[in-house]
């Protein structure tokens, strides 16, 4: 990113400190997401039938839906008010679109598949 051309009105003091806290905060809901759902949760447990006993509620989640992904987004976000690019931050707009997009299909499919869950546990 040293060598990408660098947007002047993001190249200030007060910016740089304001990439940092949300790099900080977005990756604080990534990390505190992995240590709540698990390496399983994480990468493998919804799509292959590996559920937790519940759904997850406790932080990060209880401040926010999807906090890995939108977590994700503000690394991008705090990376790229670092280094006051303007490619860091159309990137970060094209992750978020994408983030949002695999939402639309992921949450549904989440709510289903434990609500399923527990139509199953209740019928035994």
Same mark, same amino acid.
């Given at each position: ?6 947007? @002047? ?18 990756? *604080? ?18 799509? $292959?039938?590996?559920?937790? @006993? ?5 932080? #990060? $989640?209880?401040?926010?839906? &999807? ?15 670092? &280094?006051?690019?303007? *490619? ?5 707009? *094209? ?12 949450? #549904? $499919?989440? !709510? ?8 199953? !546990?209740? &019928?035994?």
């Amino acid at each position: 990113m040293k060598t990408q051309p660098k947007l @002047d009105i993001l190249d200030c003091i007060t910016v740089y400190y304001m990439g940092l806290i949300i790099l900080v905060a977005g990756t *604080v809901f990534v990390v505190c997401s992995f240590y709540a759902l698990g390496f399983v949760g994480t990468f493998l447990g919804d799509y $292959f039938g590996i559920l937790m @006993d519940t759904k997850v509620t406790g932080f #990060p $989640f209880n401040v926010m839906d &999807n906090p890995m992904y939108w977590g994700s987004t503000a690394n991008h976000f705090g990376w790229a008010l670092l &280094n006051a690019s303007p *490619v860091g931050l159309i990137l970060t707009a *094209v992750v978020a679109l994408t983030y949002k997009v695999a939402i639309m299909f992921e949450g #549904p $499919f989440t !709510e289903e598949i434990y609500q399923e869950k527990e139509k199953l !546990e209740k &019928n035994k």
